[in-house]
């Protein structure tokens, strides 16, 4: 199976809002609702950010939201915070009963 | 909360297998959620390797082929991973993870397997 494709990096200055895409096939992201995103910071552990294209889980910040158009998710993060500095992926159910990431992106905050 | 961690060598020689164990503290490994392992090697993206469902049937990724077997022991509380026939390429941060549905809502810290003679 091969990885969802994401920019390789995205960058926007305090208080602005970026978008991350995601682009998978109707195999995955286009098949299923099932598509979530994930930060990590340098050296640790994946946080779950989005489930299901557009769910929160608690204690996530609001200004991450999430949305599906076709093959095709994106992660918008919006007041942008130099805390928000990390790799992001994202996640698909595919039908293979099985799980695909995407490439993941950097985001920068200027 | 309920908490993972991972355990094994942190060293494998090339062609052997690779042991891991993802220990689930502060709840029970039976409660009908499943289990995931993720690698990530140096410098590089998420890689889903396997999962094992509550019922304990099993799924890989497959461009692991047959290499992976996942188990879980209920009397312990754990699951692992066996990889076997390595090489370099095996060589990665490896997480343990809960799904929360169609998503992996819960992680360990991850664990460095080096492959190498």
């Known amino acids: 199976q091969s990885a969802l494709t994401q920019p390789a990096s995205v960058s926007g200055s305090p208080g602005q809002s970026i978008t991350i895409s995601c682009t998978g096939t109707s195999s995955d992201i286009g098949g299923y609702n099932f598509v979530s995103w994930y930060q990590q910071h340098p050296g640790k552990a994946p946080k779950l950010m989005i489930y299901d294209v557009s769910n929160r889980p608690s204690g996530v910040s609001n200004r991450f939201s999430g949305s599906k158009s076709g093959n095709t998710a994106s992660l918008t993060i919006s007041g942008l915070q130099a805390e928000d500095e990390a790799d992001y992926y994202c996640s698909s159910y595919t039908s293979s009963d099985t799980y695909v990431f995407g490439t993941g992106t950097k985001v920068t905050v200027l | 909360q309920v908490q993972l961690q991972e355990s094994g060598p942190g060293l494998v020689k090339p062609s052997e297998t690779l042991s891991l164990t993802c220990a689930v503290s502060?709840?029970?490994?039976?409660?009908?959620?499943?289990w995931s392992w993720v690698r990530q090697p140096p410098g590089k993206g998420l890689e889903w390797i396997g999962q094992i469902s509550h019922s304990g049937s099993t799924n890989n990724n497959p461009s692991l082929k047959s290499r992976v077997t996942i188990s879980v022991d209920k009397s312990k509380n754990r699951f692992s991973l066996k990889l076997t026939s390595v090489t370099a390429a095996d060589t990665a941060v490896y997480y343990c993870a809960r799904h929360g549905g169609w998503h992996f809502d819960l992680w360990g810290r991850g664990t460095l397997v080096t492959v190498s003679s």
């Open positions: 502060g709840g029970s490994i039976s409660r009908g959620y499943g």
